[in-house]
């Protein structure tokens, strides 16, 4: 998923940035900035913009070997739900050698623009390839030029803008642009909002509409964090509510999300991967869950999916498959929003086999079963029901453990 050339350009500017040739001696001279961006971007989330990483050498290359690959990562796992679930596809070529358009906003040094241009690109390889990034910070947009060359495909033609502005003020800063495929939002929005302005932010999502051909996604990532997610829940919940947009991922329909309520969970995406050996390495001494990515997000799109079937019920897991005592239980929520309790008996089941069971799903997977195995047994706020076997279950989706196209372990070459 993360592609190889990026981590060995990361990698030279990391070699460059500490004077050294050696790929492990310059991980380690980056691994302290790397520790100092972990803290400002986790712990301290300072109000207003953060520091520009992009204006020192060091800082820079720890953040383009630590934290753009889970960017870029992200945005592709976000993606991925719509393409092979709902079956989005780009619109069709207007007319011969009509591009597939891209616009990053608040995009940094690229990672999530870059992201969603290789999954369009993936979708149709033989057109060409627009991006536009939009930032704040002249020397971050320099990079996505640069960084570009190296994520795309050299078989076609890539055009990559940048416009340095305020997204506060999007009429002005993408003033021009034609029909977007795809609008993606990484790790931006609660910068401008402050991670708790749900009527400002759901005033600029619903802005970008025009922006978006008839078939385009709005994506639009954020952090994990309990007010962050609920923000960007509660705006989508109003936007897809007033038919503005119609929601593609992870919620399966456009009715309301009903972990907004106040309880102590919330909608977010917790996705298993494989991290780039680089980054691998930078964490032995720093002890950051990299295993797994945690991100709230949202997809939308100016028409809706088709339907799932009907016939069965769908479920999209909003918890893990947990093994308690004599079952399997899980959370989820069906198409017409609704959250149910589900706990498949393990009698008969071996221990091996239970567990297998239960690392085969994860929060985030959509399964499907048929009404009558759903067998009401009561419960409190939420319905509990059982299934009385997990062959009663069809597997609709299940999300990827990303895995790197080349993992070396040598970084000295």
């Known amino acids: 998923m993360y592609p190889a050339e990026l981590e060995a350009y990361w990698l030279g500017r990391a070699r460059a940035a500490t004077g050294t040739a050696d790929g492990e001696c310059a991980l380690d001279r980056v691994r302290p900035a790397v520790r100092r961006l972990s803290d400002l971007f986790t712990l301290e989330r300072p109000r207003g913009a953060f520091p520009d990483y992009a204006t020192d050498a060091v800082s820079l290359a720890a953040y383009g070997l630590f934290f753009f690959p889970q960017s870029f990562a ?4 976000a993606l991925d739900q719509p393409v092979r679930l709902r079956g989005w596809r780009p619109e069709p070529a207007a007319f011969p050698g009509a591009p597939l358009r891209v616009l990053d906003l608040g995009s940094g ?18 057109r060409p390839l627009e991006l536009v990034a939009v930032d704040h910070s002249p020397g971050a947009l320099a990079l996505v030029r640069e960084v570009s060359a190296r994520a795309l495909p050299s078989s076609v033609p890539v055009e990559v803008e940048t416009r340095a502005g305020d997204l506060r003020h ?17 790790f ?12 400002a932010l759901r005033r600029w999502l619903a802005a970008l509409r025009p922006l978006l051909s008839a078939n385009g996604l709005l994506v639009v990532l954020e952090p994990a964090l309990r007010d962050t997610a609920l923000s960007l829940q509660g705006a989508a919940d109003a936007l897809a509510g007033a038919g503005v947009f119609h929601r593609w991922g ?3 329909g456009d009715a309301p999300c009903p972990l907004t309520g106040g309880g102590r969970a919330w909608s977010h995406e917790v ?5 780039p050996a680089s980054l691998a390495y930078l964490n032995r001494r720093l002890f950051r869950e990299i295993g797994v990515l945690k991100f709230a997000c949202t997809v939308l799109c100016r028409t809706p999916p088709e339907p799932l079937p009907e016939a069965r019920v769908a479920l999209r897991l909003v918890s893990p498959l947990q093994i308690l005592k004599g079952r399997l239980a899980f959370s989820a929520v069906t198409v017409a929003g609704e959250l149910f309790s589900v706990e498949i008996p393990t009698r008969g089941l071996s221990k091996r086999e239970i567990k297998t069971s239960a690392a085969a799903w994860e929060r985030g997977d959509v399964v499907s079963v048929d ?13 509990l029901f059982r299934v009385h076997s997990l062959e009663s279950f069809e597997v609709l989706y299940l999300s990827p453990e990303s895995s790197r196209e080349v993992s070396p372990g040598n970084f000295g070459d």
């Open 271 to 275: 996705r298993r991967w494989t991290p």
């Open 188 to 199: 931006s929005v609660n910068e401008l909002f402050g991670g708790t302005d749900m009527p």
């Open 109 to 126: 040094a690229g990672p999530c623009g870059l992201a969603a241009l290789r999954a369009v690109h993936a979708l149709a390889p033989r």
């Open 250 to 252: 992870p919620d399966l």
């Open 371 to 383: 009404p009558p195995a759903l067998q009401s047994v009561g419960g409190g706020g939420v319905p």
């Open 170 to 186: 999007a009429d002005a800063v993408l003033a021009g642009l034609p029909p977007q495929d795809i609008i993606v939002a990484g």
């Open 74 to 77: 992200r945005t592709a796992l």
